[in-house]
């Protein structure tokens, strides 16, 4: 064959297969469901529990950190004052609940048995005597005074033994309901009390929430932080997602959980998604979309989740989701 045939048929094949491709492209744009929007990375503003000085800030701008990883620490010896100070507290009421539950000491029992002894032998003595003197008074060897004096004796005798008695039940039956029960409340609200210097003491360190990266640290070592004062913001990679809209005509052609694929202008890369929210209220297609249909249209806004993403997808980067055909209702 010689080379000018070769040169046209050549030119041939190329216009073949530049003719397929363009027709594939068209077929692939006329069936394919493509959106556009920007990435939307979640963020945390990271802050102590507890007011304090700041003793140890151990990350800086641009570190990854793993959920669980340290990143600062307040100075911690406010709280474990506190911390002993109601570990002291606890003991001091668990012992008093223990004291009422075991009761009165032996000695204690049996120091009332001997005074319940001798208080009745009190009375024996002056209930004999109180009999002695009537006899007599009714022979006429007694006066009426000396009886009257004796049972005087016999009744005071009687009612000491009757408190003694009385005390005895008492150390024998041990502390009130009451008293049990309000030194139960105590040793609660003491252990209340520990619990929460334990989880104050714990809240002196700072660690990460999640796999992040730090975007700003806004406190140094040695300054003083309230609740709530944000030390870092983190920027948290997994998942990623993409923030894009679709027009009315195509929301019903496909559904939450549909997977598509995402890509930047600034990469090769093809990242892998899936709608995971569709917004129910229309709105209008913000500024900073861009889209080939008019900007008064109303779309809907889609969360789409980012399976793969990673370090390339920065906050606010457009991109373009794509649907395939075969995940589209026709």
């Not at 950190?65 to 004052?81: C, H, Q, S, W």
């Not at 002894?117 to 009714?138: I, K, P, Y």
């Not at 714990?202 to 796999?211: E, G, K, M, S, Y």
């Amino acid at each position: 064959m010689s080379r000018k045939p070769r040169i046209v048929l050549a030119v041939l094949v190329l216009a073949a297969a530049s003719a397929a491709g363009y027709l594939a492209l068209r077929g692939r744009r006329h069936h394919d469901l493509v959106l556009y929007g920007n990435v939307d990375i979640r963020e945390v503003d990271l802050a102590f529990r507890q007011p304090g000085r700041i003793r140890r800030v151990l990350v800086d701008e641009g570190n990854a950190v793993k959920a669980g990883d340290l990143v600062a620490e307040l100075d911690a010896k406010p709280y474990r004052d506190a911390l002993a100070a109601a570990r002291a507290e606890v003991l001091q009421a668990r012992a008093e609940v223990d004291k009422l539950r075991r009761g009165n000491r032996p000695q204690e029992i049996a120091q009332a048995e001997d005074a319940v002894a001798q208080a009745e032998a009190v009375f024996r003595n002056a209930d004999t005597d109180c009999r002695r003197q009537s006899g007599l008074l009714a022979s006429g060897s007694a006066s009426q005074k000396a009886v009257d004096a004796a049972r005087s004796a016999r009744d005071q005798a009687a009612a000491e033994l009757a408190s003694a008695r009385k005390n005895l039940d008492l150390k024998q039956e041990g502390w009130r309901v009451e008293d049990k029960a309000e030194a139960a409340a105590r040793l609660a609200a003491a252990e209340a009390a520990q619990a929460q210097a334990e989880t104050a003491l714990d809240d002196t360190r700072l660690v990460a929430p999640a796999d992040a990266v730090v975007l700003a640290r806004d406190r140094e070592p040695g300054s003083m932080v309230a609740t709530r004062d944000a030390v870092f913001t983190l920027s948290l990679r997994d998942p990623a997602y993409v923030r894009a809209y679709v027009g009315e005509r195509d929301l019903g052609r496909f559904a939450q959980g549909a997977p598509v694929l995402v890509r930047t202008d600034s990469g090769r890369k093809t990242y892998h998604g899936t709608v995971g929210f569709i917004s129910p209220r229309a709105e209008f297609t913000p500024k900073s979309v861009e889209t080939t249909d008019l900007r008064t249209d109303l779309v809907y806004r889609l969360r789409i989740v980012v399976s793969d993403g990673d370090a390339f997808l920065a906050q606010g980067m457009p991109v373009t989701v794509e649907v395939a055909a075969h995940d589209l209702a026709q």
